[in-house]
Nanobody, 115 residues
Framework: QVQLIESGGGLVQPGGSLRLSCVAV????????IDWFRQAPEKQREWVAG???????TYGDSVKGRFTISRDDNQSTVYLQMDDLKIEDTAVYYC?????????WGQGTQVTVSS
């Protein structure tokens, strides 16, 4: 069983930055592809960014150029560096791990961008 734990959310002003972390407990982390999703109130869950087990990053159009995803397999952690945050980035952010034919979700961390 794999447990994913997100942290790093909070309240930030527009234009500010936050770094989210997704730590995996259990499993063989280096084998997993990890994605970040977000869900704003009354909206569907949206894919934000992903990183493969080969360390290849991909980004959604709405965050491209502002967010950076990275991973440290030694620390079983994926990071989402979020810069130039906008009000529309406000959401609960979730990480998802996929590997060995299974998928796991974290509990989410709240990001609020407000002046």
């Amino acid at each position: 069983q794999v447990q994913l734990i997100e942290s790093g959310g909070g309240l930030v002003q527009p234009g500010g930055s936050l770094r989210l972390s997704c730590v995996a407990v259990g499993g063989v982390f280096r084998l997993y592809n990890i994605d970040w999703f977000r869900q704003a109130p009354e909206k569907q869950r949206e894919w934000v960014a992903g990183i493969t087990n080969g360390h290849t990053p991909t980004y959604g159009d709405s965050v491209k150029g502002r967010f950076t995803i990275s991973r440290d397999d030694n620390q079983s952690t994926v990071y989402l560096q979020m810069d130039d945050l906008k009000i529309e980035d406000t959401a609960v952010y979730y990480c998802k791990g996929v590997g060995m034919s299974k998928a796991y979700w974290g509990q989410g961390t709240q990001v609020t961008v407000s002046s």
